[in-house]
């Protein structure tokens, strides 16, 4: 899968919980998401592409979330 295209996915994910008055809750939201509905290849990927710092546009939900996957 294109990084791009993850990275869109995942915030996409996060623009929903970004409603959430709660940031833990938010990002609680989003890891428990991905974890539930992305394969194990999918969540490495994101991880690694945020490790790396690969893309710049990462939603702040997401990347706070990949620390609890």
Known sequence: ???QQLIKMANQIASFFEAYPDKKEAIDGVAN???KFWAPKMRNLLKEII????IAD?????KDAS???
């Open 51 to 54: 490790e790396e710092d690969k």
């Open 33 to 35: 998401h991905i974890q």
């Open 58 to 62: 990462i939603d702040p939900l997401v």
């Open 1 to 3: 899968m294109e990084h």
């Open 67 to 69: 620390k609890l996957l």
